[in-house]
Structures are given as structure tokens and as C-alpha cells.
């Protein structure tokens, strides 16, 4: 090949790429763009934390029968602090009677606040009902308790005062005697009255330590046998006290009969 062959080859060869360049361009620029908008990102739904309800209390079905407990219990209780005023004040009680009775009294509240906090806690209306039910036995007592005590005290007093009445009569009886007067008559009936004095301070000291035993919580029935053991102890007393009477007047009038001149 001859110096100018060479050159004229290499200029050609150079014409071709040139062109295959131009062309690749032209083919490149030809080419149809998409059109339409431009592909938007949408973020990954954010995953929610798992929501739990709120657990759902169920309906206290007893919650009347609750309620109208409560307020039975609350007037129990204050119909026994009402109990309590009135041994405090009471003038016929001795201070030794007001303090066994108070410490009754107190065990009597705490037995109804015990039947309080059952009803809060009961899971039937028959356990509501027991409840009540003890507490009105517990007001019950109570008020027994103060009628049982207050009337013994009675008894007491009435004793007392005829024990102080005889002492009077007897010292008019030992004076006739000094004077030579047969006053047997008068010391027999001095005698009985003492007897039936004795009697019935023993009889009202027993319907009090009845009254006293009744706890704090009593069945009916244990409410029924200390009213009826307390209550003929009563009886008996005041039978006695009135046997002890008739001797004062019959001592006094005997006695007055003796230290009456003869006509």
C-alpha cells in the first residue's frame, strides 16, 4: 500500500466513526420521552400500637339492696350511740352500771361497723340480708340491756330506801324496849322485811348480769331467753319489795300501837 493509500484508508475509517457517532446521537435524541407526572413516594402505612378496651366493670346487680343496707346499718348505729347518751345521763344508774354498759355499748358499734363492711363485701342478697339482720340484733340488745339494768337499779333503789326506813323504825323499837315494851311483834316484821330486801336486791343483781351477758351480735333466740330469765328476776323482785312494804307499815303501825297509852 502505497503512503497515500494510507492516509486515504484512515481518512475513511475515521468518516465512519464519526458518523456512527453522529448517528448514535441523532437515534438517541430522536427517541420518544415519557410524558406524565413524575412517580410520587408515598411513605409505608404506619403500623397503629393494638388498641385494648378498657375493661368493662360489670353492673353491681345488688347495688340497690347495698345501699338501703347501709342506711339500715347507719340508723342502727346511731340508735345505739342514742342508747349510750342516755345511760350516761341516766340518774338512776350506778356509775359502776354505766361502765359495764358503756364498754357494751362500744363492742355493740364495733359489731355493726363489722356488719357494715360485710354488706360492702357481700356477693349474694342472702349475705346482705344476714347482715341487717345482725344488726338490728346488735340494737336490739342494746336496748334490752338498758331496760333490764335500769330496771334492776329501780329495784336497788327502792331496796335501799326501805333498808333506811326499817333502820329508823328498828331504833324506835330498841328505845320502847329500854322503856320495858314488848316489841317482838315489831322485830319479827323488821326480820321479814330484811328477808324480802335481801331477796330482791338478789333478784335485780341477777337480771343485771343477765342483761349484761347479752353479746353484741345475739341470735333471736338467745335474745328471747335473757328478756325472759332478766324479766322474772324483776318480777320476783319487785314482789319481794313488795312483801318488804307491807312489814314497814305493818312494823310501824304495831310499834305506834305500843307507845300509845290505854285510855
Do not use: N, W
Not at 415519557?34 to 400500637?49: F, Q
Not at 364498754?103 to 342472702?126: H, I, P, R
Not at 335473757?226 to 314497814?248: K, N, T, W
Not at 310501824?252 to 290505854?262: G, N, R, V, Y
Amino acid at each position: 500500500m502505497t503512503p497515500f493509500s494510507r492516509i486515504a484508508t484512515a481518512g475513511a475509517a475515521a468518516l465512519l466513526l464519526t458518523c456512527g457517532v453522529v448517528g448514535t446521537a441523532a437515534s438517541a435524541d430522536a427517541a420518544p420521552k415519557a410524558h406524565g407526572k413524575p412517580a410520587v413516594s408515598h411513605p409505608a402505612p404506619r403500623k397503629l400500637a393494638a388498641s385494648h378496651p378498657a375493661p368493662h366493670k360489670p353492673a353491681d346487680k345488688l347495688a340497690g339492696m347495698r345501699k338501703g343496707a347501709h342506711q339500715a346499718l347507719a340508723a342502727c348505729a346511731a340508735q345505739t350511740r342514742r342508747i349510750a347518751a342516755a345511760e350516761a345521763a341516766s340518774t338512776a344508774l350506778s356509775d359502776a352500771d354505766k361502765a359495764t354498759l358503756a364498754t357494751a355499748g362500744s363492742a355493740d358499734l364495733a359489731a355493726l361497723a363489722a356488719d357494715d363492711a360485710a354488706v360492702t363485701t357481700a356477693t349474694s342478697a342472702g349475705a346482705i340480708r344476714a347482715a341487717v339482720a345482725a344488726g338490728r340484733g346488735t340494737v336490739q340488745g342494746a336496748v334490752l340491756q338498758y331496760q333490764l339494768v335500769s330496771g334492776a337499779a329501780h329495784v336497788q333503789a327502792a331496796a335501799a330506801e326501805l333498808t333506811t326506813e326499817a333502820a329508823a323504825v328498828d331504833d324506835d323499837a330498841a328505845a320502847a324496849a329500854l322503856d320495858g315494851t314488848d316489841v317482838s311483834a315489831v322485830d319479827a316484821l323488821l326480820a321479814d322485811l330484811a328477808t324480802q330486801v335481801g331477796q330482791a336486791q338478789t333478784d335485780a343483781t341477777a337480771a343485771t348480769d343477765t342483761a349484761l351477758a347479752i353479746p353484741a351480735s345475739p341470735s333471736a333466740a338467745q335474745l328471747r331467753a335473757a328478756g325472759a330469765s332478766a324479766h322474772a328476776s324483776l318480777v320476783s323482785s319487785v314482789e319481794a319489795l313488795a312483801v318488804a312494804r307491807q312489814d314497814l307499815t305493818a312494823a310501824s303501825d304495831a310499834l305506834a300501837a305500843l307507845q300509845t297509852p290505854a285510855p
